[in-house]
């Protein structure tokens, strides 16, 4: 699979960009800072049209980037949604111009706590601002016009990128023709917030992480991003799947009587942690998860998640969930469902049955492609593209 | 309810005991090390009859100890299982003859890696041996060896205390009229190997684990411990039972904007790891999962499950469920029923509606004092126990 997407991703046109936001053009944060003086980094697939029609952006998860459908420059692996974009995918560059950009609060290269903080020259720290889901959503707004486009094709993202296609819905319905929200849920659960709060309390608990001032000493808590990105690692996949690939199979031909990694469980876990902290920072990811715990798209609209979807009448949406996601469980799409429906809007809801846990959005899942091209291609019909 | 289990409490009559075991008594343990000399610190509660007929040993969990039914030393709380032992309870102490012990590997007097190495006259720190659950039940059959008592009424217990009572069945079953296995499994999962490893990464990960050392230097890992004691405590509720009893309320009026703890499910979490860490032993902690993620009954057996259950025909047991309980869930309740029944046991299977999660085990489930009660009812009068 991996050398088949690296051919195939050398054949789409790419651009990678950075859009900057001077004092002029502050971000408003949801705590009420403002952030003067900012930037996007993103990357580009396809090329938009005349009409400016066919664009559509791609929101990350938690530890996604913008490299959905590239070469990751730290990694050397392919894209993490190119499974979905690409010639003959879902998203093919040919018909779509497809942006995807790095969070704000991110570490690859849009402005976080890792980023100079203008006023001390420094980095930020946790000096940086809370920032929430909105927040991410109303940077990608500014991207989006300073790129000249006015109304997006669609928005699409799964897990923390589905949650920002929800706010793009409620805070800019007007400028996308259609949303696609996967693996997602309109508010974190007090379990989600409890698995978040171990990672981050595993980061803070690392002497290298300094308060949060670990850059400017030259280190780096790698140990406790690690850990936090093990329990983590679990959420994302469910028991079956966990049996299915482990077991209880060792990694030697006996036990080691001592805390080595004795099972390929084990071991496996304690790559993902190693590997995770070469491309990731703890302070990225104690902000973005704070963002994700402090979304709740209902509490910002009276309680009444309906009430979100307001301005949304008659837009087309996507709802997909997978039947062993526990993250994101099916219940909680039907909820967002349930308000689409209440606020007039057109939803289209699939739960797709497979074993493979809150991960499947980005694995081989044949059901979500059809069910991804079908509702593009119809809205594309709708809207007029010519594919 | 606690003042009342304290008052309770205080009317059984209770003892404390520490039984020592010279090297010409050696442990023989699964990895082939041999402790020579050990202790094994244990509570009872009730009197033996005079047949030696009426005990009953109960088997304690992870971070359970010997104090199952009178008030923690460290904590001063009610003891685990206060409300499955006392007067009018299922196990009355007025008619058995209740035993505890700390597991060998434990810190509540057992000998285990905070004990002192003979061979140094240090800590052993991870000198001490790897130990098994099978381990674990041959240091409880010396115990129940040098109390006298030939044949035990009951071996009961939650958890890894239900793992201890399988393995009792499995290599003593002459040595006790029946077993109840609650909340258990035959073997541990690939996901709660991997949860444990999380908990073992973040104790590792602390500097102030000093490769196990700690002892020597006057030093705790408590911030790792508590990182620990966190990803598991998630692993012992319910999703249910903590949006039930948490949500999304916040500890304040508002956000703090920061990395305090806002949501009160966070706060607990952290109280929860704080207070572990008083009472808890970070090498015990590591060595004890591991003995839980050795543990595989039917391996030992050739693969077969029934195997291990040969010596255990016309045997009663009752073997209890909830439906909650994601870390040993119903069909691995399911896979030790009927293995029982190929073996020619007598088991009773019970699987108990609960959102509580795996801790069901040791809450108000007034469904389990049923079952259990009926249960040691019946297995009484087949023994001729007056009670």
Excluded at 30 to 55: H, P, W
Excluded at 195 to 220: K, N
Aim: proline content about 4%; hydrophobic content about 45%; aromatic content about 10%.
């Amino acid at each position: 699979m991996s050398e088949t997407l690296e051919m195939v991703q050398a054949a789409v046109e790419t651009g990678e960009g950075v859009a900057k936001f001077g004092p002029d053009q502050p971000l408003r944060l949801d705590s009420g800072a403002k952030l003067e003086g900012f930037q996007i980094a993103y990357n580009t697939y396809g090329v938009l049209n005349a009409d400016r029609t066919n664009a559509v952006l791609v929101c990350h998860a938690l530890t996604g980037d913008q490299h959905v459908a590239s070469l990751h420059p730290t990694t050397g692996k392919p894209g993490w949604w190119s499974r979905v974009i690409g010639p003959g995918r879902p998203l093919d560059p040919a018909n779509y111009f497809v942006i995807c950009a790095n969070v704000i609060g991110g570490c690859m290269g849009s402005t976080g706590p890792s980023s100079l903080n203008p006023a001390t020259g420094e980095c930020w720290g946790l000096a940086f601002p809370v920032i929430t889901i909105p927040d991410m959503v109303r940077a990608q707004a500014m991207l989006i016009d300073q790129l000249g486009i006015e109304t997006l094709f669609s928005v699409v993202g799964g897990s923390m990128g589905g949650m920002q296609v929800l706010q793009w819905a409620a805070d800019y319905p007007e400028r996308s023709f259609s949303f696609i929200s996967i693996a997602a849920a309109a508010r974190h659960s007090a379990q989600n917030i409890a698995f978040h709060e171990v990672g981050r309390q595993a980061i803070m608990a690392d002497p290298d992480w300094r308060g949060g001032d670990y850059a400017t000493q030259g280190l780096r808590p790698e140990k406790g991003l690690a850990v936090a990105r093990m329990a983590a690692h679990i959420t994302y996949l469910s028991e079956a799947a966990l049996q299915r690939k482990f077991g209880r199979e060792l990694q030697r031909d006996g036990l080691s009587w001592g805390f080595d990694a004795d099972f390929q469980v084990e071991s496996y876990l304690r790559y993902q942690g190693a590997s995770f902290v070469d491309r990731f920072d703890a302070n990225s990811y104690l902000y973005i998860t704070r963002a994700m715990d402090y979304f709740d798209l209902a509490a910002q609209h009276g309680g009444v998640l309906a009430q979100a979807f307001s301005g949304a009448k008659d837009k087309r949406f996507c709802v997909l969930s997978f039947t062993s996601d526990w993250l994101y469980p099916t219940p909680e799409a039907r909820t967002v469902v349930r308000a689409l429906n209440a606020a007039g809007a057109r939803a289209s809801f699939v739960e797709i049955q497979s074993d493979k846990g809150h991960d499947a959005f980005l694995l081989d899942e044949p059901v979500m492609d059809q069910a991804l091209s079908g509702f593009l291609m119809s809205a594309a019909v709708s809207r007029g593209l010519c594919l």
